[in-house]
């Protein structure tokens, strides 16, 4: 595994590069990197900003950070660790299930590690690309909204790190040699602080939207809606709520019908996307444009159904949580030896094999064999399965959500939060319900972003902000010192200056 100390080594070098590779190609492909700065109209930075969008995905142009951000390591932080999925499907991978699954941390743990270091290369190249800002004065529109993309993905990268593993490194300043990269821990609220400065410009030099050239790129109202989802983590509900309101009232998003075409292509930066981590695989595309999102969950199985890993299927208990007529429900769960819904739930009319190794699986990423070969991409190979798959970072049903749960904990009794989650639940073929009281209010919040979010890994999160995490996991081994991981040993072994977490 790459050491903490080489991956900083690297971003100087790195960053050379970022300008030549990997840029979104759902958007950056088909016409900005074909013509001049002058048509686009970027800034100075332009070619480092777009960059970003790529090196956050899993591609193998390097400096690539998906390893950080969308492939097993990420997807065990943010999903095993919930009572909502599970590693169960790969017999080899026992002691990951132990070590997410069951709260059997290891400091060891190599997936841990890349995690840490693929977030602080990620975060260099933001710092790279806002050193040379300053360096060069740039203070045209243009160069402002790539110093706004670059602080929003900065933003994003330390929220990842500062959930997980609580106080870290704060690393705001380019790295020019190793040794500048040996910084102790800064506290929680100074790494909030950072996150919440960083937002805040953000959403002050973000254009409030793109031309389709551009379809997906960063808004003003993607910044608001992460720093939204930040003061919600710490609880700053009154904080939270107006800005909710205004992405809801005023943002241009709509909740995207039927619920399970927004996990389709066709339902990629649809009407209630606010940001999406693009992917692409198709013939002659390279190794350039893909993610392991959707290949490390896929149906784990042989022939036509060799889908993928299978790293991250539903629990029992995930299924067992939707009510009666949640249309939600058949969008998200596959059965082993059972239809897979048909065309009406985001099937394809086929029946999976009885797959012994999981009873469910993740139906968000799913798609079909023959997926593969009509892309052009012939027999699936280890960058051809599901790799197409876009994340879906914010939409607005989170923030419908949030803004619910917000107005309920900051001004209880109030329309707000019973009209926002209504909206929620009649997209889902659900009734309306009516507010009796707080506590019956919050629980219904919960319980809707549970089914509402079921395989997109926010669960675990919710656990611990809510307070609920030790109820709800501690049958699995949770206890509170579980909200953190502890610092990988690699991370340790590179820096003299960083401790380990205190409760580890």
């Not at 705001?172 to 500048?180: A, L, T, W």
């Not at 876009?390 to 959500?401: K, P, Q, T, W, Y």
């Not at 997109?456 to 010192?481: S, T």
């Amino acid at each position: 595994m790459t050491t903490y100390k080489k991956q900083i080594a690297r971003m100087v070098i790195a960053v050379l590069a970022i300008t030549l590779f990997g840029s979104c190609k759902k958007f950056l492909d088909r016409k900005p990197l074909g013509i001049s700065q002058d048509d686009i109209q970027g800034g100075a930075l332009e070619g480092r900003a777009l960059g970003l969008y790529g090196a956050i995905r899993n591609s193998n142009a390097q400096p690539y950070c998906g390893d950080g951000f969308q492939n097993i390591p990420w997807v065990a932080m943010n999903g095993f660790r919930s009572d909502d999925a599970e590693l169960v499907a790969d017999p080899g991978a026992s002691a990951w299930h132990q070590t997410y699954d069951n709260f059997q941390y290891t400091k060891d743990d190599w997936g841990a590690g890349l995690y840490w270091d693929k977030h602080y290369v990620f975060i260099g190249l933001c710092n790279d690309a806002l050193d040379e800002a300053v360096k060069g004065n740039y203070t045209d529109p243009g160069s402002l909204i790539n110093i706004a993309e670059a602080r929003f993905f900065r933003a994003y990268a330390y929220f990842d790190l500062v959930r997980t593993f609580g106080a870290v490194p704060k690393i705001d300043f380019k790295i020019n040699v190793p040794s500048d990269g040996n910084v102790a821990k800064s506290d929680t609220a100074v790494i909030y602080n950072l996150i919440l400065q960083d937002l805040t410009y953000a959403e002050q030099y973000l254009p409030l939207s793109w031309s389709t050239n551009f379809a997906g790129r960063l808004t003003s109202w993607a910044a608001k809606s992460l720093h939204a989802k930040v003061l919600m983590q710490q609880r700053r509900y009154a904080e939270a709520l107006p800005i909710c309101r205004d992405v809801i009232v005023n943002g241009p998003y709509s909740l995207f019908s039927p619920y399970w075409k927004m996990f389709k292509k066709e339902g990629e930066l649809c009407s209630e996307s606010i940001f999406e981590i693009q992917a692409s695989k198709k013939a002659g595309d390279g190794n350039n444009y893909w993610s392991r999102l959707g290949q490390c969950q896929g149906v784990r199985g042989s022939g036509t159904w060799d889908l993928g890993w299978g790293w991250n299927t539903p629990t029992a208990n995930l299924v067992n949580a939707y009510e009666a007529g949640d249309v939600r429900k058949d969008a998200t769960i596959l059965y082993s030896n059972q239809s897979d819904g048909g065309t009406n739930t985001g099937g394809y009319g086929l029946v999976l094999p009885n797959l012994t190794n999981a009873l469910y699986w993740n139906k968000k990423v799913y798609n079909q064999y023959s997926d593969y070969l009509a892309a052009g991409l012939g027999t699936p190979n280890n960058e051809a399965q599901n790799t197409w798959v876009n994340h879906r970072v914010l939409r607005l049903a989170d923030i419908l959500l949030l803004g619910a749960e917000a107005a309920n904990e900051s001004a209880p009794g109030g329309s707000e939060a019973t009209t926002w989650l209504n909206r929620v639940r009649n997209r889902a073929n659900l009734g309306n319900i009516a507010y009796v009281n707080q506590a019956q209010m919050r629980a219904a919040i919960k319980q809707e972003r549970r089914v509402e979010f079921g395989m997109e890994y926010e669960r675990f999160f919710d656990l611990v902000r809510y307070g609920d995490a030790i109820n709800v996991l501690g049958g699995n081994g949770y206890q509170n010192k579980h909200r953190y991981y502890p610092i990988p040993t690699s991370a340790l072994n590179s820096n003299p200056n960083l401790v380990q977490n205190p409760e580890w």
